[in-house]
């Protein structure tokens, strides 16, 4: 009895207490309708003047006459929350203000990381793949058991980071790989070349074959750090998915295309907050002072190479932001650059975040559309990202799996 007062009181509060932050659980059977004149379906259709009902954690219909509206977005744009691809979801800055990068484990590294989660969830995405920390790990649990608020995070564990011959044998590279699906991971990093400066190979044909190879039986995606060459032979070793890529060739992509591997490029904001934040970057590991006039060097040949990208036939290409310390919750600036620097289609550009970016986690069924039978991950933007992109910027509505999140309505 004592348990039903509490639970009843608790749902006072959340229905008639008209917080913008809900529970961090469905409530069960509780029927919720979103009222929206305009809804991007995540896979390149408009839906106008409909609403969504939601029980639990899904969508179970699209129905124009539910009612009653519990969440009136009309005037608004009401999409799937978004998907990013590349973040490093724990890097952040210490309490010196600098670069700390992803591996902290002191309890300020830990609240930076969370609140890492919380920025990146407010700025509407519901749905992260984190690249390259074992720490992602009690995050990603923390999220998915709700006690913590974030997006659901997918994360490599500890990557394979390539060092020539250093980097094992075969049997040793499939052994770690191994490893890395024992420790939780949901799919495996790999380091495949330096930068798009030094873009040598890191890791052998054959090594690169062992880590896919082995990775694809155990059922793991592989996302390679690839530029120029490496991104030829990864996509022979059967790997997944290519991030950054600059320095491949048109025949390079078009066997992408051939194998059905995706590609993860950027078009800016990882080089743009290098630069924003060049002060606590500057001088810590891997950011000598002088990299920086290098970094904006590179902006234009990152922006040549995707539109090379956007140039062949049937590349699938991902949203993948690299958001690390500093840019977290500023995910969304990434479709701003890839629609006004390098003209990709903003129709396109969402459903790099959407449908395409769900397919590309093989979670297609799951997330990534507004439709029956997804989980209720729905964002509102004020303002059409497809007239003017820099609509991202306003996400003012967020819901995952059912629960509301924010509401900032207008
Ligand atoms: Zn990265």
């Avoid at 490093?88 to 210490?94: A, D, E, L, R, V």
Wanted: overall charge neutral; some cysteine; aromatic content about 6%.
């Amino acid at each position: 009895m004592g348990t039903i007062k509490i639970c009843s009181f608790l749902l006072f509060v959340v229905f008639f207490g008209g917080p913008s932050i809900s529970t961090q659980a469905p409530q069960k059977n509780k029927q919720i309708v979103i009222a929206a004149s305009t809804v991007l379906d995540g896979k390149g259709g408009v839906l106008h003047d409909t609403r969504i009902v939601i029980e639990d954690s899904k969508i179970v219909r699209i129905d124009p006459n539910a009612t009653p509206v519990n969440y009136d977005l009309r005037g608004l744009t009401v999409m799937p929350g978004w998907i990013d691809s590349h973040v490093h979801i724990t890097w952040s800055f210490g309490p010196d203000g600098k670069n700390a990068g992803a591996g902290g484990t002191t309890p300020y590294a830990t609240y930076a990381a969370a609140a890492n989660a919380w920025a990146t969830l407010m700025a509407g995405f519901t749905t992260v793949q984190s690249v390259g920390s074992t720490n992602d790990l009690p995050l990603r649990d923390a999220i998915a058991r709700g006690a913590l608020p974030g997006p659901r995070i997918l994360t490599s564990a500890e990557p394979l980071i390539g060092n020539g011959e250093k980097s094992g044998t075969p049997d040793e590279i499939r052994a770690f790989v191994r490893k890395q699906k024992e420790a939780g991971a949901d799919l495996i990093k790999i380091f495949a070349a330096g930068s798009v400066r030094r873009p040598q190979m890191l890791l052998s044909q054959e090594q690169l074959n062992a880590a896919c190879y082995e990775a694809k039986k155990l059922g793991l995606r592989t996302l390679v750090h690839a530029y120029k060459d490496a991104v030829r032979a990864s996509v022979l070793a059967g790997c997944t998915e290519i991030e950054h890529g600059p320095l491949a060739t048109d025949d390079d992509l078009k066997l992408m295309v051939q194998k059905g591997v995706w590609l993860d490029p950027q078009a800016g904001l990882v080089m743009e907050n290098y630069l924003l934040n060049k002060d606590k970057f500057s001088g810590t590991p891997g950011y000598p002072e002088e990299v920086f006039p290098a970094i904006r060097e590179m902006i234009p040949a990152y922006h040549d190479f995707f539109k090379q990208a956007l140039k062949i036939p049937g590349l699938k290409i991902v949203f993948g932001s690299d958001a690390l310390a500093g840019s977290h919750g500023r995910n969304a600036e990434e479709f701003i650059d890839r629609v006004r620097d390098v003209g990709m289609d903003p129709i396109a550009a969402m459903v790099s975040a959407n449908s395409l970016a769900a397919e590309a986690l093989g979670m297609r069924d799951k997330i990534g559309s507004i439709a029956p039978g997804l989980e209720a991950d729905i964002i509102a933007l004020d303002g059409d990202p497809i007239k003017d992109i820099t609509a991202v910027r306003r996400v003012v509505f967020v819901m995952r799996g059912g629960v509301v999140y924010k509401d900032k309505g207008r």
